[in-house]
């Protein structure tokens, strides 16, 4: 399992403290949940970004703690644009025999012949919602479009069985369309027409100038 590092803040910090962390690397976060009281801590920025990608967003950590580690995971962060920074987390304490439920995002593979003859592969849905212990968790759910041609879909209820956890959508909300190209209405001859003899006829009239 992934571990990281963190330093235990006392109390309250001020707005001053929480900018000096910052600007050294760390980040301010806190860590509350599961036979655990809120504690105050900052850890690693960089530590942090290795790990995630490393587990997901999902995934579950050892937080080094001064009294022993405690498994979490990441139940919020902020995320300053302008700064490229991330300015706090929120861990939560697991209990790995207790179900929680998160979003997992949906990861298409394949290229769907539809796609190849014009279709238009839509996704309505990004993520679903995925109730399992913490170590059941995928970090996404893979749905394959190989098969798919104009028309077809694929719904939740065709990747029920992917693993070992409960997708709480409905089996109907679709995952994946391919549906047909959209065609543009060709221009009306006829209107075309008429306008090219309106056009010849303001023409025809217009007076001629005057030597």
């Known amino acids: 399992m992934a571990k990281l590092a963190s330093s235990v803040r006392a109390g309250k910090s001020k707005q001053s403290e929480l900018k000096e962390l910052r600007l050294n690397g760390q980040v301010p976060a806190v860590v509350y949940g599961y036979?655990?009281?809120n504690i105050s801590l900052s850890v690693d920025e960089n530590e942090f970004i290795k790990l995630i990608r490393e587990v997901g967003r999902n995934g579950v950590i050892d937080l080094e703690l001064d009294n022993g580690a405690k498994q979490v995971m990441v139940n919020d962060y902020q995320f300053d644009a302008?700064?490229?920074q991330i300015t706090h987390i929120d861990f939560i304490a697991i209990n790995m025999q207790t179900e929680v439920t998160v979003d997992v995002q949906i990861e298409l593979t394949g290229e769907a012949p539809g796609q190849k003859e014009g279709g238009v592969i839509e996704q309505p849905l990004f993520e679903v919602s995925v109730t399992a212990k913490p170590a059941d968790i995928p970090e996404t759910i893979e749905v394959d479009i190989s098969e798919l041609n104009i028309g077809d879909a694929v719904h939740v209820s065709d990747i029920r069985e992917k693993g070992?956890?409960?997708?709480?959508n409905e089996d109907d909300d679709a995952l994946v369309i391919v549906s047909a190209p959209t065609e543009e209405p060709e221009e009306d001859a006829e209107e075309v027409d008429e306008t090219e003899v309106e056009a010849t006829e303001q023409k025809d009239e217009?007076?001629?100038?005057?030597e």
């Open 35 to 37: 036979e655990t009281d």
């Open 82 to 84: 302008l700064k490229n």
């Open 164 to 168: 070992n956890f409960v997708i709480e």
């Open 206 to 210: 217009e007076p001629e100038d005057e």
